[in-house]
């Protein structure tokens, strides 16, 4: 309820235009919205896609996705951050319906208190329901419990010529895995059923673990598998072939009395100076960061916030890159792949563009569930650079060719720039997918990947 | 000293609130906040999808009760029947939140006397309607509060919104008349005056990513519904200090603005 005459008292430059707002957590590439749609109820949906034209529109959700996924170029975005109503939840199966803006981070505020949590999160709680089916997003639990949508039981959508459709394993099965890790192209989602899985409470029962080599990590990794629930590795890609690092693993605690109190952290107010981060201070930082870590090892009691998204804790830590932004790089290689993870990781480290951001995982063997799910058999790795133009370019350019020649995939949701051969040998599906994106749906990436104008 | 929990007379309660225009913008931010609390609600809007979508998710978030109440509040027909569904199936409310309206573009309202009626209707004639029902049994019972959600556009007509701002004017004028009208009965009147917030009713002004975040206005009317307190409330607090300054420009360089 306000007037205009607010807006109009500050001059404002017009460089602050609504959809500007609208990047992707890289903050690369810039790109231009033609219009941004904010629904603020489900029922306003079917209009907008009616007056939209062919492959114009993309629904968008917190911009969590790091390239260009969740960008559509001189065409339009659905913002359904508005569509996060809560709208049932059993409480004898753990089965919650929501609408697709509804955050990792609403769940876990309602439903942790309880005794309930979400059965798969990434690592951060940003991200809304729609994001996390639309990617398929994994975490650290991915070797016990699949994807996020393994446990999305059934889901509304609104698509361009059917109207509202239910579609679930039983029912409009091809487009229920299509719209699964489908990156927003099926069609708008209006409400999804979750399954969530009981805990004792806020606390997980963690271990850190430090590691010398690769294979040492392969080792803990395997050990671990059995016994934790959660498992994840961190490491310093300047080491070369011989990296070191810190496994962490946990388990949901049988602690429930303990009070627990969610850590808030201060939130970066601008973008830094891109020089601050050079080689020099992330080798520094990484020496101090496992050192510190490598002192606390053992285990501890640790809240989830801690345990689960530790980065969250500095708001907007994408601004740490600069102005110019950041690309992430998460490949997966098979298993069987040893030598090209270390002529990955050779690569990364003459480059001398090493990040303060290696996470490692092993993936398991859980059957994919959406037809363009990245998570397979295998070790998965993520990186972030610092965006410096074409060396960087040419860096991620030598790294595809590994990925390429051992089988690997890169993942969607972290990408920018790689190429359609790549994402055609990443994704050897694509094509059955096609057939089921909506009309009127399009984005920035599938336009880039499939060569599609 | 000793401690008496059971009398805490200065916490004025905030359990059961009746809110016209539910499913605006910043209604839906004051009501996840207030089923937070485990408040019960009565929710009053034109439609009973979004009704319906909202009464599961404020029960899901805490709300101890939510009922409804489907109606098209710019009739002034419909007023008693929202009335009675109130006083029969809601008995007992201690708060009102008035929170709809609209801002038409206002270009248009300046070629259709029609369309100027309306802008004036919604905001204007039909809050006084209702209101003034509400008004009279508050005043009966001696108890409770009356908060509304006007405008700083109402502080002072401008070139470009003032149908708007001047049915939001006169609307704060009517709460400044009540509230000196009920004063005596012990029931409160507090008039919001928000500044420019990111909803559905703003989305289409330029600008919009620098106006206030609506779960932060929302913040700022939760807490003074439980204070009971200020009388009138400029959300985010810096536009009390703004229009204070837009108020003493003089009328012949105001004149000239083009705002």
Redesign the interface.
Known sequence: ??????????R?PEA???T??YVSWGRYPAVVHRHVY?P????QIPSIIEESPTASLLPYGLGRSYGDSCLNADRSLIDCR?LN?????DESTGILRC?SGVTFADIID?FLPRGWFLPVTPGTQFVTVGGAIANDVHGKNHHCAGTFGAHVQQLGLYRSNEGLLTCGPNQNAGLFHATIGGLGLTGVIAWADIQLRRVNGPWIDAELVPFHSLSAFLDLSNQSDGRFEYTVAWLDCFAGRNPRGIFFRGNHSAESGKIFRPKRGPELPFALPAWLLNRYTVKAFNTTYYRAHAARKGSSLVGYDAFFYPLDSVRQWNLLYGKQGFLQYQCVLPQASLAAFEELLDRIARSGLGSFLGVLKQFGDAPPVGMLSFPRPGLTLALDFAMRGQRTFELLRSLDEVVLESGGALYPAKDARMSPALFDSSFPRWQDFVPYIDPKMSSSFWRRVTEAK | MTMHPQTTPHQPPLHKVIVLGATSGIALQVEHLLAARGCELLLVARSPERLAALQSDLLLRGAKQVLICPADLSQIAYHARVFDFARRSFPGYDTLLLAYGSMQDQKDSESSIDLLLDELNVNFVSACAILSLFAADFEQRQSGCIAAITSVAGDRGRRSNYVYGSAKGALSLFLQGLRSRLHPAGVKVITIKPGPVQTPMTDHLPNVARFAEPDLVARDIVHALERRSPDVLYTPKIWRYIMTAVEHIPETVFKRLSF
């Open positions: 309820m306000t007037g205009q005459s607010a807006a109009h008292l500050k404002k602050l235009r609504a500007d707002k904010k603020a109820w489900n029922d508005r109503r809560f709208l049932g939840f609408e309602l």
